[in-house]
Each structure stands twice: as structure tokens, then as C-alpha cells.
């Protein structure tokens, strides 16, 4: 069993920036790619950015792409995800989804961490 924890929301202020994290555990995790996606309120969920976590640079989404920057840190099964210059429209919950060799195409998600962007 694969567990995911997004964590590092909160309300911030227009302009700043912000700094997600999400962890990923269990027994022989093995994990494959880790994106991340949000979903403001009332819209659908929407992808932002991914990546291999054997290596090679992160894919973004063309709406977000300049503002984020996504990394790992392999040695802590852990993913970012860097916000600059965060605007009320990124008012969102942010979602973490990881993979793993073993399990193929199957999505094991977090429970969300909500930003809130203060105008």
C-alpha cells in the first residue's frame, strides 16, 4: 500500500510564493513519476506538472509554465512544488499523484492541501 501526503498550503498574499510538498511511503515503494494537479472550487481538477523519478526534466502545463517548478528529492520519496508570484486565481486545491514500477498506471493520490490566495 502506497500513501501520499500533500502538505504546505495555507493563505498567502498576491505575489508571493509558495512551496508544496508531497511524500510518498510505503513498503518497497519503487515509485515511477509523481505529478501534480489542482482543482479550484466548483471546476475540474486540472494537471500542472509531472516527472520521472529516475531522472530528466519536469513537464509543465502551458497555463502555469514560467510560475512553477517542480523537483524531488529521490531520498525522501518526496516531490515540490515551487508557486512564484501566486495570483487569487491559483486559489485551488493542490493534489499530489505518484506511481509506482509495480503498479503500473495506477494513481495513488493525496487527500489535497488548500491554497488560498489572499487579494
Known amino acids: 500500500q502506497v500513501q501520499v501526503v500533500e502538505s504546505g498550503g495555507g493563505t498567502v498574499q498576491t505575489g508571493d510564493s509558495l512551496r508544496l510538498s508531497c511524500e510518498a511511503s510505503?513498503?518497497?515503494?519503487?515509485?515511477?513519476?509523481m505529478r501534480w494537479f489542482r482543482q479550484p472550487a466548483g471546476k475540474e481538477r486540472e494537471f500542472l506538472a509531472g516527472?520521472?523519478?529516475?531522472?530528466?526534466?519536469?513537464v509543465y502545463a502551458d497555463a502555469v509554465k514560467g510560475r512553477i517548478t517542480m523537483s524531488r528529492d529521490t531520498g525522501k520519496s518526496t516531490g515540490y512544488l515551487q508557486i512564484n508570484s501566486v495570483e487569487p486565481e491559483d486559489t485551488a486545491v493542490y493534489y499530489c499523484?505518484?506511481?509506482?514500477?509495480?503498479?503500473?498506471?495506477?494513481?495513488?493520490w493525496g487527500q489535497g492541501t488548500q491554497v488560498t490566495v489572499a487579494v
Open positions: 510505503g513498503r518497497a515503494l519503487g515509485l515511477s513519476t
Open positions: 499523484a505518484a506511481r509506482t514500477y509495480r503498479t503500473g498506471d495506477h494513481d495513488y
Open positions: 516527472i520521472r523519478w529516475a531522472g530528466g526534466p519536469p
